[in-house]
């Protein structure tokens, strides 16, 4: 530890930028201490030997941002190919475009609806509800775009979700409904989309790309059987913390609640099996919510990729338990209270950072992550690592 000037625990994005900002402003030298067996966090990807897809291991990864700050900075590392995200949805044995569109409404509908008489129509239906307080997720989504469309692509959907009937889900879980007037399916709204034109990896391989950074894979921070561990650290060096808030504290006030994922592979022997990067499955009756295609996020890659075979995941959602990958805080009120618990006893920790989804349990896009990381290096990281400065 006598030559490490910042220890950084988690090889995610919060962990990579911060330790690439702290390099670059502050010449320091940093030890990235991370579990698993690879750097990226969850949006680590690798190439699939069989089909020469890019799966995104941890769940489909879009990049996108608003932000001229982040576009600019992760344009430093990769080139973002021109990929714009479009997500389908099956119901009953149809194929419709989301987000709710003009173009899935008429074809609901099997109408020609001008925006006006859609935006008629949908505020009609979602009168039938319109003086209630709606007191649980159906009738929140009925008041918010009418029952028929409600039913057809969010109950179910959420219900798969949550695994739970939406009648028995509190309301508040959706705030709004997005639906457009127009037939512009581009799932996001933002400036600048696109994925990193040499995959996520070498993406985040460069952001690291010098000698100060040392990175030391398969290393948990609370494993005393090895020498890197939070009792051997904490006090003598900076340490920046991208794990879950609640392990650090050894769940000592109780268990934050997480969302997560379990993914199944399926094969075919065709170029093409979905005709798309993403569909959604609205229905009950499938048991998932929705498959991905990782070959169709990269058409610029065709020639890298098996004509004959793909590969797709199947998404199912459930409540994490203790040792499942947290992917999506439940964030009940009672959750809340209990982060805000938790965020107390971090404020108190002079020369440790907690960051990043798990660190501050929150659920971040990529861009997000980035830009709290520059954030947090600015205003509460270069601070720590102030004896060092002269170093530059
Ligand atoms: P992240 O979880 O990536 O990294 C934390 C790291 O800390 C992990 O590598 C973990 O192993 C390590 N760690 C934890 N405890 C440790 C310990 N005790 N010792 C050592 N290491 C430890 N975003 C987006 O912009 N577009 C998208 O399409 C998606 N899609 C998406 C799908 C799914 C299913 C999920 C769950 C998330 C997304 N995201 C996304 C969000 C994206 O994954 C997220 O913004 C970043 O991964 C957050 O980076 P962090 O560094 O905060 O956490």
Known sequence: LENVDLVIVGAGLFGLTVAQQAVEHAGARVLILESRDHIGGNAYSYIDKETGAEIHKYGAHLFHTSSPVVWEYVNRFTKFTNYVHRVYTTHRGEVFPLPINLGTINQFFHAHYTPQEAEALIREQAGELASSDPQNLNDKGISLIGRPLYEAFIKNYTGKQWQTDPAELPAGIINRLPVRF????????????????????????????????????????????????????????????????????????????????????VRYDEADHLGCPVMNFA??????????????????????????????????????????????????????DLYARYADSAAQQPSVVFGGRLGTYKYYDMHQVIATALNAYEHDIASLLGANEERQ
């Not at 890659?301 to 203790?322: F, G």
Request: hydrophobic share 30%.
């Open 182 to 265: 127009n037939y512009d399916n581009r799932y996001f709204k933002d400036t600048w989309e696109g994925l990193p034109e040499d995959g996520y990896t070498t993406w985040f391989e460069r952001m690291i790309d010098d000698p100060r950074i040392d990175v030391r894979l398969n290393t948990d921070f609370f494993d005393t059987t090895q020498p890197l561990n939070r009792d051997a650290i904490v006090g003598k060096v900076p340490v920046v913390y991208t794990g879950p808030v609640d392990r650090y504290f050894d769940y000592s006030l109780g268990e934050l609640k997480w969302r997560t994922v379990d993914f199944e592979e």
């Open 283 to 336: 229905d009950a009756d499938v048991p998932y919510t929705r498959a991905i295609e990782f070959k169709n996020f990269n058409p610029e890659r065709r020639a890298q990729q098996n004509a004959n075979k793909t590969v797709v995941w199947r998404e199912y959602s459930r409540t994490a338990e203790r040792g499942d990958e947290p992917y999506y805080p439940v964030n009940t009120q009672t959750d809340k």
